[in-house]
């Protein structure tokens, strides 16, 4: 009794500083779960948001297992690619209880762009954030969704994500509150979000040994290659909500035929607007646009068309005005033709933000240099944990890697994932594996936990991708943290850029930065021979990665900024220990 009434205290007590939700550790009483089955929102967070009105809780069940869905095998969540649409009003409490039924592997899910703020530890990264959710085991997400936009989920792992492991997540507000309200006069984010994703010809996650070899062999918006409709009514406005939900390097291109869209927000942060015939979206970027139905009535196609990675697939949907007869449509092979010249697509780190922002001008900053290199260690060496592969099958793993291959490295390390969940068990990390950003070369092995402490105060990334070894882009990643994208550039000569050559480029007052209206990001694009500023503000604490998931399929890219955070002794002993843990191969063996 006395126990519980000391936990009741301590559970009471963290919650009133507001820095952890009492869902994410209390006693569970899952009465009032609700099984999604129908593959639609859970009605009772979905709702128009008022102001003064009381958040709430917005529960879920996800079975994630393999299944054989219409074409082909994938992952599901409760039966479904993509998994259950989520929706909740700024303030609710979103809790998803997951079940790992994915035979021999573990798994994790991510919130795409959600600041996770007090509650790092639902960020969903295997070994940072939490332990991995064992085959057979359920784990309990649940944070508040602080900001409004447009988000989205998957399964952490690569392969699984590319198996149909991802779903929307929309947090609404009151109309009154959206900056671009006046601009459309629709806002369905139930109807009107469209999440692409890429299909392969088999399950990636049972493939791992071949996984090079496996391309893409379709895309699909919201789990259809030509089946989704957008009903509209002559003349009104549509904000439709865009979500590159691909785990591989395709940007995706989206266009409307004899339509123009107006872009009025950029990973869930509303933009200047911009109108433009095309936006392009790399991997896990969103972008929100307005079309006002203002040609003739018909059906027109929306064309989603990949490039890199998804080169030549394309899927489509139709944009239909309200009383045509599009059963015509289904029958039809829209051209191939593009209608917009390419010099006219919008992407997203060249919007500006809709506030101004008050930046320093001089603060201190990181170099992040990124280019292939041929490594020289032995596989047996090497841990591919978590990058592609949801299962640690060291030592096991087929070898993907030969002696020769090279690999993307950011200064000349790939990341190495922890022995232990480093956000909740900081003194179990062994102290050999981490190397500080900035003085990797002090560290011999090819990987290491590349660690940038910081505090309270601004820093700058600067992510280049020098381009000596690879023609390759690459897109990037910032968990909990939005980024000020500062500056951005690319070799019009293609000539590769060193580190001296950034540094004198630099010096010499050649590189300007938009100190004023950068906008805020989660998902950067790197590009070849060049390079993309940010600046993060780390005032929360937690271990957030920024990474590279598309730069590889075997050696893990990335770092991790960690913030100071001391998580109450309750909420680590009530989320689950991965002390004992042993990977599902080794149990095997
Ligand atoms: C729509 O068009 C098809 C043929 O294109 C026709 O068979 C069908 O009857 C039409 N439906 C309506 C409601 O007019
Ligand atoms: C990059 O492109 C250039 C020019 O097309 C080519 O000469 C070079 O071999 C390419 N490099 C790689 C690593 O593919």
Same mark, same amino acid.
């Given at each position: ?111 795409h762009g959600l600041e996770q703020r007090g509650t790092p530890y639902m960020d969903g990264v295997p070994m940072i954030t939490q332990c991995p ?69 088999? =399950?990636?996650?049972?493939?791992? %040994?071949?996984? &090079?070899? !496996?391309?893409?062999?379709? @895309?699909? /918006? ?129 919007? =500006?933000?809709?506030?101004?922002? %008050?930046?320093? &001008?001089? !603060?201190?900053?990181?170099? @992040?240099? /990124? ?219």
């Open positions: 009794m006395k126990l519980f009434v000391f936990c009741f205290f301590v559970i009471a007590n963290i919650s009133n500083n507001g820095k952890a939700s009492l869902e994410s550790f209390a006693p569970s009483s899952d009465t009032n779960f609700l099984t999604d089955t129908t593959h639609k929102s859970d009605k009772s967070c979905h709702r128009p948001c008022k102001f003064n009105v009381k958040p709430r809780r917005c529960y879920y069940n996800f079975e994630v297992e393999p299944s054989i869905h219409d074409d082909g095998p994938a992952l599901t969540i409760n039966g479904f690619s993509p998994g259950p649409a989520l929706h909740a009003c700024v303030h609710d409490i979103i809790i998803v209880q997951v079940k790992n039924k994915i035979p021999d592997q573990d798994l994790a899910i991510h919130w959710i064992n085959y057979g085991s359920t784990f309990k997400y649940a944070f508040k969704v602080s900001s409004p936009g447009t988000f989205f989920y998957h399964a952490y792992s690569v392969t699984h994500q590319s198996d149909g492991v991802y779903g929307s997540l929309i947090v609404d507000q009151p109309q009154p509150l959206e900056p671009h309200s006046s601009l459309y006069d629709y806002d369905r984010s139930q109807e009107h979000t469209l999440i692409i994703g890429a299909r392969f010809p088999e =399950l990636l996650s049972a493939s791992l %040994n071949v996984i &090079n070899d !496996i391309p893409p062999s379709s @895309l699909v /918006i919201n789990g259809d290659v030509k089946g989704t409709k957008i009903f509209v009514m002559q003349s009104y406005g549509y904000r439709l909500r865009l979500i590159n939900a691909i785990g591989l390097e395709c940007p995706i291109l989206v266009s409307i035929n004899d339509h123009l869209m107006t872009v009025v927000a950029s990973d869930g942060k509303p933009v200047q607007p911009v109108t433009t015939a095309a936006v392009k979206l790399y991997p896990g970027e969103r972008m929100d646009v307005v079309v006002r139905a203002d040609q003739t009535s018909g059906g027109y196609w929306l064309m989603a068309k990949g490039e890199s990675a998804c080169d030549n697939l394309k899927a489509r949907s139709m944009f239909i005005y309200s009383g045509f007869n599009y059963t015509s449509m289904l029958e039809e092979v829209p051209s191939n033709e593009l209608n917009y010249d390419s010099s006219s697509v919008i992407t997203g780190q060249k919007l =500006l933000s809709n506030k101004d922002v %008050n930046i320093a &001008n001089k !603060i201190k900053s990181f170099y @992040l240099g /990124i280019d292939k290199n041929a490594i020289k260690v032995k596989d047996e060496d090497l841990d591919y944990r978590y990058t592609s592969d949801a299962v640690p099958k060291k030592p096991t793993y087929p070898s993907v890697l030969s002696l020769t291959d090279s690999v993307v490295q950011i200064n000349g390390k790939n990341f190495l994932f922890p022995n232990a969940p480093l956000l909740l068990k900081p003194r179990d990390v062994f102290n050999h594996i981490v190397c500080d950003v900035g003085a990797e070369e002090k560290h011999y092995d090819v990987q290491c936990l590349q660690t940038l402490k910081t505090t309270n105060e601004e820093v700058e990334l600067i992510l280049v991708n020098e381009g000596f070894n690879s023609n390759d882009s690459y897109t990037f990643h910032m968990h909990g943290y939005g980024m000020h994208v500062v500056a951005s550039w690319q070799s019009p000569a293609g000539l590769p850029l060193s580190r001296k050559e950034f540094e004198k480029l630099d010096r010499d007052g050649l590189i300007v930065r938009n100190l004023q209206n950068p906008p805020i990001k989660d998902t950067i694009a790197v590009p070849n021979k060049g390079f993309t500023i940010v600046r993060i503000n780390p005032d929360y604490g937690g271990t957030w990665l920024l990474e590279c998931r598309s730069c590889s399929l075997t050696l893990p890219v990335a770092i991790l900024i960690s913030t100071p955070i001391s998580l109450p002794k309750a909420v680590v002993d009530t989320l689950p220990s991965c002390g004992s843990y042993k990977p599902a191969d080794v149990l095997l063996h």
